[in-house]
């Protein structure tokens, strides 16, 4: 594959609790990679990942904390049962299931996410660029459709 | 069939004694074909009231654009029985204000296997317990009752309302549970492109006309996320995207309270399949968490009880 796999990270803001990862996420992220900070896991919405999904993202990686370490109690877990759902969904109409992945993240755990990163984009690679549900009309420069 | 002499004397009874303010049931429609949703208040109007395998709707849609303080009486099948009771778990309506008029139901008739047999120029129908007549210019039919159903009630569980204040005829039995597993798993069983392929194909006829969510009493959002202008969450014209996000989200929506009733289904002017999408998830809230939506007006649906004891169901 010529060009790397693009990947919408959605990251929940209380998960990086390390400033290095933290800043490495925020300045040094590569190209491929979309970054959206989130309140909370629980902000995700699935019309958010539909949203990526169709405008061409081959995988989608949703960052959150630990069980238990949840900024605001329960909202990972919240997150966890539509998303997982979403994701079971997505894949009922074809979309494959590898390509949205869910990563917990243990507050005192360092350079996780550039691991996991790495390991996702070499499973995308693998899997090749995403066709399915990708139908975003194309916008061409001035807003006008192309 | 249930009595329809007794579902009026019932319907005339609670109009007279002040049990309700309305009574929300069918009426004969301009077409043999569709019987339309009727508002009864007055004891005269009820000898025009009908009731038959043709009336399509779900009547619990109405109960969301009455007032939460109404009383409301009101004709419930077993799939209807379950929405009103989702829509009571979900504070939209008061259970004691309502007053239901249950009638075990042996299956919608869909009126578009009737006109694909007997062509659109149907002049009247009449229908037993096995069969069902149809007089049109093509000449007179006598088809299988069976054979004209609904999918969502071929595969219906619950056709006894589960718990309708008065219930006129018998209860019916449980339907089988597994024709309803079934028909998600010979979906799933096609490769993903060849899914993906008939969803397409389904979706893309879609014209944006929005009959699916006017058709389903759990679509109630005073202001739709497709109507959203500012921001807009999705592509609101009829592009591939936006036909395909507004089938995504309009089933998804339904997780953990569609009961299957195929009202969307029946509505759809392009005769787009919905059903395979919500039957998905319906398949997918009883196997996961063991629930099936309006079997009580108490239970919450499974998005909206999270605990920390989750944190065992899925893998860190």
Known sequence: ?146 | MPDLDAIKTETKRLLSEGVVEVVVAFKPGDTPLHPQPAFFMNVDDVDSLVYDGLCQNNLATFLTRLPKSQKIGMLVRGCENRSVNALVVEKQKLRENLFLVGIPCEGIIDWRKIVERTGEAVIAVHENDLNVFVDSRAGNFNFNRADLLHESCLRCTHRTPVNADILIGEALPEGDLTLAATAVEVFEAHEIDERYAWFHKEAERCIRCYACREACPMCYCTECFVDHIEPRWTESGATPAGMQGWHIVRAFHQTGRCTDCGACERACPMDIKMTYLTEKLNHDMRNKYGFVTGLDAQTQPPFATVTLDDKNRFSV
């Open chain 1, 1 to 146: 594959m010529l060009q790397k796999p693009k990947i919408a990270l959605f990251q929940c803001q209380w998960c990086l609790y390390a400033p290095a990862d933290q800043e490495w996420v925020d300045t040094q992220l590569p190209e491929n990679i979309h970054l959206t900070k989130t309140p909370c896991t629980g902000r995700i919405n699935p019309l958010y990942v539909l949203n990526t999904v169709q405008g061409g993202a081959d995988g989608v990686m949703i960052s959150g904390c630990l069980p238990e370490q949840c900024h605001f109690k329960t909202g990972n877990m919240a997150a966890r049962r539509q998303l997982e759902e979403f994701n079971d969904f997505l894949n009922h109409i074809g979309y494959e299931k590898e390509r949205v992945r869910f990563v917990w993240l243990d507050l005192q755990d360092r350079g996780i996410i550039q691991k996991q990163l790495a390991i996702f984009e070499e499973e995308l690679e693998a899997l090749g660029p995403a066709s399915n549900l990708v139908t975003r009309t194309k916008v061409a420069e001035g807003g006008r459709h192309a």
